[in-house]
Each structure stands twice: as structure tokens, then as C-alpha cells.
């Protein structure tokens, strides 16, 4: 029963993140278009192990964000200087883990659409 209620708290964790978070809801759009194409374009198995880690990640970096942002506003209602440098290292990391990602999916999609395109 307890593991239930682990994934329960887990899984209520991501409804709050896509529920109350533009920028999850964002990355959640992202990683369904490169499923998409992923589909449309009959990647690998070595390039879908790539975009499911790269969703995974990005996502997984933006929940984290999410909750030092919402830990940071309990401690500290007001601006801290120093909370401000938590929240722009943590906001920092989720660019990191996106602009990494985008570079892997330009490497793995542009090739694709690029002959797609010729083949016009």
C-alpha cells in the first residue's frame, strides 16, 4: 500500500507541475513533436534512447526547478539576494539540460528534414 502511495504522491507531483507551470506545459508540447517526428521519420532505436532521455531529462530538470522555486518562496517571500541566486542557478540548469537537448534533436531530425525537403 505504501508503494501506491508513493507513486500516487509522484504522479500528483507532475499534475501539479503541468497544471500550474507554462514552462512544463511547454516542454511537454516539445517532447511530443519530437515523438512526432520521431514517428514520421522512422528514427533508430540508438536515436529514440536519445530524445527519450532528452525528454526525460529537460522535464525531469524543469520539476526539479519547480520545486526549489516553490521552496524558495516558503522560505523567503520577499527578494533575497540570495534566493534570487537559487532560483536563476536552478532556472539555469533546466537551459542547460533544454539547449543540450535541442542540440541532439538538430543533430538526429535536421539530416531527416533536410532530404525530406530536397525530396520536394
Sequence with gaps: MKLFKSFAFAFN???ICFTS?????IHVLLAAVAILLGIVFGISTNEWLIIIFCI???ISMEMINT???????VVN???HPAIKKIKD???GAVLVAAGSSFVMGSIIFLPKIII???TL
Design 13 to 15: 507531483g507532475i499534475k
Design 21 to 25: 507551470e507554462t514552462n512544463f506545459k
Design 56 to 58: 526525460a531529462f529537460v
Design 67 to 73: 520545486a526549489i522555486e516553490k521552496l524558495c518562496d
Design 77 to 79: 517571500k520577499d527578494i
Design 89 to 91: 542557478i536552478a532556472a
Design 116 to 118: 525530406y525537403l530536397k
